[in-house]
């Protein structure tokens, strides 16, 4: 089993910065892939972006360029850093470990991130 429980969201300008984190325990050997998400007040959770055990990473069309997914070396921190940030990026938002192979996930309880002026 893996535990996941995410930290550093909080209220920003438009424009602003934030670096989200999301400390990783348990049996991580089982994890191939690590996402975050979010969700919006009304809306249906959405993808934002993916790192892999090799480190391939990929994005979703509205965060490119503005957001970057890291982790450190031992691979228990995941991190999102949100540049430029614009009042649509408002939502919770959350990590994810999981294996692609068995199908295994496991979601943290969320952050909060607010974008306005």
């Known amino acids: 089993q893996v535990q996941l429980e995410e930290s550093g969201g909080g209220l920003v300008q438009p424009g602003g910065s934030l670096r989200l984190s999301c400390a990783v325990s348990?049996?991580?050997?089982?994890?191939?892939?690590m996402d975050w998400h979010r969700q919006a007040p009304g809306k249906e959770r959405e993808f934002i972006a993916s790192i892999s055990s090799s480190g391939f990473t990929r994005y979703a069309d509205s965060v490119k360029g503005r957001f970057s997914i890291s982790r450190d070396n031992a691979k228990t921190t995941l991190y999102l850093q949100m540049n430029n940030l614009k009042p649509e990026d408002t939502a919770v938002y959350f990590c994810?470990?999981?294996?692609?192979?068995?199908?295994?996930?496991?979601w943290g309880q969320g952050t909060q991130v607010s974008v306005s002026s």
């Open positions: 348990g049996d991580i050997s089982i994890i191939n892939v």
């Open positions: 994810r470990a999981r294996n692609t192979w068995s199908l295994y996930n496991s």
